[in-house]
C-alpha cells in the first residue's frame, strides 16, 4: 500500500501481509488518521510504518494493533503519535519491536 495522503481518515480492522516493503505506510498530510485492530505480519520492512508530518492538533492515533514476523519492526512511528494503547508485536527483525509506540 503506498502513502496515504488524508485527513480524518479511519483504518480498521485490515489484514497486510506478505507485501515486500512496509504492510501500511502513512505519510505526508495523514493528520487525525486512526490506524486501529490492523493485523501486519510477514512484511518485507515494517508491519506499520507512520511517517506523517507533525501536526499537533491532530496526530494519528495508533490503538490494538498486531505486527509480527515483519523484516524490521512491527509499528514504527514519528514521536508526536498517539498511541492508544494495546499494541503487539513479535519476532520482527529489530529487537525493539516497535518504535515511539508501546508494544507488549
Not at 52 to 72: C, H, K
Amino acid at each position: 500500500m503506498g502513502a496515504i495522503e488524508s485527513y480524518n481518515t479511519r483504518l480498521v480492522r485490515n489484514r497486510m501481509e506478505g507485501n515486500g516493503l512496509d504492510g501500511i505506510l502513512m505519510g505526508g498530510d495523514a493528520f487525525g488518521t486512526i490506524v486501529e485492530r490492523i493485523t501486519a505480519n510477514g512484511n518485507g520492512d515494517d508491519g506499520i510504518d507512520i511517517d506523517s508530518d507533525e501536526n499537533p492538533l491532530l496526530p494519528t492515533e495508533v490503538t490494538r494493533n498486531t505486527a509480527n514476523d515483519n523484516g524490521d519492526l512491527g509499528i514504527e512511528a514519528v514521536a508526536w503519535t498517539r498511541d492508544g494503547g494495546g499494541n503487539r508485536a513479535f519476532g520482527n527483525g529489530n529487537p525493539l519491536q516497535c518504535l515511539n509506540i508501546v508494544c507488549k
